[in-house]
Structures are given as C-alpha cells and as structure tokens.
C-alpha cells in the first residue's frame, strides 16, 4: 500500500506541478562573469537526415562474361549500392547486342541517374528515362559493347 501511495505522489509531483515547483531542481541559470575562463556549452546540434544511398542494378548487354561484377565493384568502391547484377532482357529475352552503355532512371529522379553515369563516364545523353513504380532499383546500368572503355576511365 506504502508503495502505491509514493507511486501517486511522484506522479502527480511529475505531472501536475510547475517546473519551478518541482522537487530535487536547481536553479543553473546563474550567468558566468565576463573575462572567465569558463567555454560557454553549446547545445548538441540535431543529428543530419538519413540520406538515403541510390540502388543500382547492373545488367549485362554486351555478352562478356563477368562485365557486370567488374561494374559492380568500380561502383561501390565509389560508395554506390549496387544490389543486383545480370543479363539484359527485352520482351522476355537476353539482348547481348547492346551497342552503347546506358542509364535507366527507374523513379525520375534524375540527379541520381546523373551521378551514376558520371562516375562511370557515361554522356548524360545516355540516360533514359522511365518512371517504373514498382522498381525496386532507382537506377539501372546497361552494358554495352562499348564497356572496355568505360572501365579504363
């Protein structure tokens, strides 16, 4: 009984009384006089927002064996999220005649796309478009014939 009646009075003393009337408070508001040695605290400062990393999937249009592991790797090593790697379909089936590599913006977000096709040094002229929904990839790397110069830059 003892402890159910304490449990009451903290309660109510929490919630139903001032600040300046709570219990077991000082008062710290004293100022620090001019010319002390005293570094004055500053608030702690809010933590930045998620930023949330581009997910990338890689598919092999060329035919070369391995080419999207190597796409994978000279992309996180430039700090992108490559979730996904394999071969280039159209209309249900493999196409391994890709001339030119290409950037898929799967959720129109084009600076995402722009950033991806720099890192690799891909012309921005190469980025398609297309506001896919349901994408679970915000960006997509097609590679074509062309991949040998790509991985040299």
């Given at each position: 009984?003892?402890?159910?009646?304490?449990?009451?009075?903290?309660?109510?003393?929490?919630?139903?009384?001032?600040?300046?009337?709570?219990?077991?408070?000082?008062?710290?508001?004293?100022?620090?006089?001019?010319?002390?040695?005293?570094?004055?605290?500053?608030?702690?400062?809010?933590?930045?927002?998620?930023?949330?990393?581009?997910?990338?999937?890689?598919?092999?249009?060329?035919?070369?064996?391995?080419?999207?592991?190597?796409?994978?790797?000279?992309?996180?090593?430039?700090?992108?999220?490559?979730?996904?790697?394999?071969?280039?379909?159209?209309?249900?089936?493999?196409?391994?005649?890709?001339?030119?590599?290409?950037?898929?913006?799967?959720i129109g977000v084009s600076?995402?796309?722009?950033?991806?096709?720099?890192?690799?040094?891909?012309?921005?002229?190469?980025?398609?478009?297309?506001?896919?929904?349901?994408?679970?990839?915000?960006?997509?790397?097609?590679?074509?014939?062309?991949?040998?110069?790509?991985?040299?830059?």
């Amino acid at each position: 009984m003892t402890i159910i009646i304490l449990a009451f009075v903290a309660y109510y003393l929490y919630n139903f009384t001032s600040p300046d009337e709570q219990p077991g408070e000082e008062d710290i508001s004293q100022e620090i006089p001019s010319g002390s040695s005293e570094e004055t605290v500053e608030p702690p400062q809010t933590p930045a927002p998620f930023k949330h990393k581009i997910q990338i999937e890689i598919l092999n249009g060329c035919g070369v064996s391995g080419i999207a592991k190597i796409f994978q790797s000279k992309l996180r090593e430039k700090g992108f999220d490559v979730v996904n790697t394999e071969n280039y379909l159209e209309k249900g089936k493999v196409n391994w005649k890709v001339k030119n590599t290409f950037i898929i913006d799967q959720i129109g977000v084009s600076e995402q796309a722009k950033m991806v096709a720099k890192s690799l040094g891909i012309p921005l002229t190469n980025i398609e478009n297309r506001k896919n929904p349901g994408s679970i990839y915000d960006v997509s790397v097609v590679i074509g014939k062309d991949y040998k110069k790509l991985i040299s830059e």
